[in-house]
């Protein structure tokens, strides 16, 4: 027993040491040499295997790559459809450039380990039987399973939900800036340089592949299919359709902005038709009980010291 709660800790430390060089120390060693890579471009002199192995930071040449092979062994143990969910997944919540498919199939896995360790100490120590101690375990490694995607699915909830929030924002400044004379491109481009938030990172990266050579509507596709966002589909179909079509892109942008606000307030009426129904499990539950106590209590009282006097 204490031999498998030592190796579980250790298997806990080993999990939270990977978490944070995954998410934390990775990336910045990526960031910083690609840094350095861009502006020693210039003159740059042709040296040995070992030089540049000696200018790659200690972290990328020791432990990224034993988190490569791990991620690689854990990933075998996986289902084999579940690394094209899982980064389609983390492209919704704006994770894909800091995690890999394979680095969350291997989270996920080391869950489902971690809580079925626990499992297993817990029936060790309760008298269960056969069936329960079964059940028991089946629940712990079905939690640890599904922990890992439902804290993902809440991410691409609150990203989405920030998406929806900020667009009606920017279609109007976007509409003003048009109507007052700029390009679309160059509208857009002076909003994403006052403004943040994750539409702003699409719409950065779909400047960036606009610049890189892809077409705008190819590129606006591209952003409306990493958002999935129903109000930004519409917006992006209507602007493909006014190019195609050769219509005027400031009107196009006024009747887009004036759907939209349309479309909010129709969810709005919608959320607060929504709330009587809402409201009803938590009146039932801690309302009526308070209020009966305090209208019956002093009635049943009476009553009680009535009949204890007869």
């Not at 030592?6 to 120390?25: D, G, H, Q």
């Not at 101690?133 to 939690?143: I, N, P, Q």
Request: with cysteine.
């Amino acid at each position: 027993m204490v031999l498998l709660i030592s190796l579980l800790t250790a298997f806990l430390v080993f999990s939270i040491l990977y978490y944070v060089i995954k998410t934390k120390v990775v990336p910045d060693n990526q960031v910083h040499q690609r840094l350095r890579n861009l502006q020693g471009g210039e003159g740059r002199v042709i040296t040995s295997h070992t030089d540049e192995l000696a200018q790659v930071p200690f972290l990328d040449r020791t432990v990224v790559p034993l988190l490569r092979k791990f991620e690689n062994f854990m990933v075998r143990f996986a289902p084999s459809g579940i690394h094209d969910t899982v980064e389609q997944k983390l492209m919704l919540a704006g994770l894909l450039g800091k995690w890999s498919a394979n680095g969350f199939i291997t989270v996920w896995l080391i869950s489902m380990a971690i809580f079925f360790g626990i499992a297993y100490i817990v029936i060790t120590k309760k008298t269960m039987s056969y069936t329960q101690s079964v059940l028991f375990a089946w629940l712990c490694v079905m939690v640890g399973a599904l922990l890992p995607f439902s804290t993902l699915n809440s991410a691409v909830r609150k990203r989405q939900k920030a998406i929806d929030k900020q667009l009606p924002e920017v279609l109007d400044l976007l509409s003003v800036s048009v109507r007052a004379g700029l390009s679309f491109d160059g509208a857009l481009r002076k909003i994403t340089d006052r403004m943040a938030g994750p539409l702003i990172d699409e719409f950065k990266r779909m400047q960036q592949d606009v610049r890189m050579g892809t077409p705008r509507a190819r590129a606006l596709q591209a952003m409306a299919k990493r958002c999935d966002v129903e109000d930004l589909y519409l917006f992006i179909t209507s602007v493909i359709q006014a190019e195609r079509l050769g219509t005027s892109m400031g009107r196009t942008l006024d009747n887009q902005a004036d759907n939209m606000r349309e479309r909010r307030r129709q969810k709005a009426k919608a959320e607060a038709l929504k709330a009587p129904v809402k409201i009803v499990f938590p009146l039932v539950i801690f309302i009526f009980p308070a209020i009966f106590v305090v209208v019956l209590l002093p009635s049943i009282f009476s009553l009680m010291h009535s009949l204890g006097g007869k």
